[in-house]
């Protein structure tokens, strides 16, 4: 299948770039990337989700080839963009997929507007960065310390440091090569926020249905942490992927698929 990419400007003149699939009728569901990836990030994804589900994966600002304003990479900032590209496509509703940190956006997104989140799936998000040792370490020694143009070495690595099993070459040239496109002072900004975020604290505000999916080979995030995250959220389900690594909708997405279809047939019968 071939994505056409098609772009929305936003009211604050943003330009968001987005595909999507699926009956426009369907249950409305949208992706929001991790940092330093783009709408590519769930490509493989959408291929294994059925023609029911109106499926939506968009770039958010200043990555991908989505605008690159100055300022603006806080996670309320972004939970603002997808509210305001909700607005532009007439969604009243829709369920939020957050992969790794884009999770974080998404929760954001369902504390600020509940009445805009019929559900909230989390695939491999934080409970919060502000303990992950490794991730301080790489802020400090790589990302803060980060110019132009953004070296490939680091880009790649990014990528692969997520991953315990191999993924398609040519998939995965495409993750390295749209983080790439990321200027370093996004990365710094982006990075800074998520850092930053203190949205573990308002986790009992989200009243949708929630799914929270954790591999249990994850080298960032440690199963004490997720269950943390379960936890905080009323009444959310937590599957636990055996000998799945951080990003493991890139490695197994038809099974991640149908964890996802299961939720939204739950929710919404």
């Known amino acids: 299948m071939v994505f056409v990419t098609k772009s929305v400007e936003l009211p604050n003149r943003v330009v968001l770039p987005y595909v999507e699939q699926g009956d426009i009728s369907g249950v409305p569901v949208l992706f929001l990337h991790a940092v330093a990836d783009s709408w590519r990030s769930f490509e493989r994804l959408l ?150 975020d203190d949205s573990s604290g308002e986790l009992d505000k989200i009243k949708v249905p929630t799914l929270v999916i954790w591999g249990d080979h994850d080298a960032f995030l440690p199963l004490s942490d997720q269950e943390t995250l379960k936890e905080a959220i009323p009444g959310s389900q937590f599957i636990v992927y055996p000998g799945a690594g951080h990003a493991f909708y890139w490695e197994d997405p038809a099974r991640v698929a149908s964890y996802l279809v299961a939720f939204i047939e739950e929710i919404t019968d």
């Open 47 to 196: 291929l294994n989700l059925p023609e029911s589900i109106h499926a939506i994966s968009l770039t958010q600002r200043g990555h991908g080839d989505a605008s690159r304003p100055e300022a603006g990479y806080q996670p309320h900032d972004f939970a603002a963009d997808l509210l305001a590209f909700m607005d532009v496509l007439q969604l009243e509703a829709a369920v939020v997929v957050g992969g790794s940190s884009g999770g974080i956006i998404a929760r954001r997104f369902a504390i600020d507007h509940p009445d805009r989140t019929l559900g909230l799936v989390l695939l491999g998000s934080p409970f919060t960065l502000k303990d992950k040792t490794v991730l301080q370490e790489l802020w400090d020694s790589t990302i803060s310390k980060m110019t132009e143009p953004v070296d490939p070495r680091i880009a790649r690595e990014f990528v692969e440091d997520t991953l315990a099993q191999p993924l398609p070459q040519a998939f995965l040239e495409t993750l390295v090569q749209e983080s790439q496109k990321v200027p370093a002072r996004v990365w710094k900004a982006t990075f800074e926020g998520l850092l930053e």
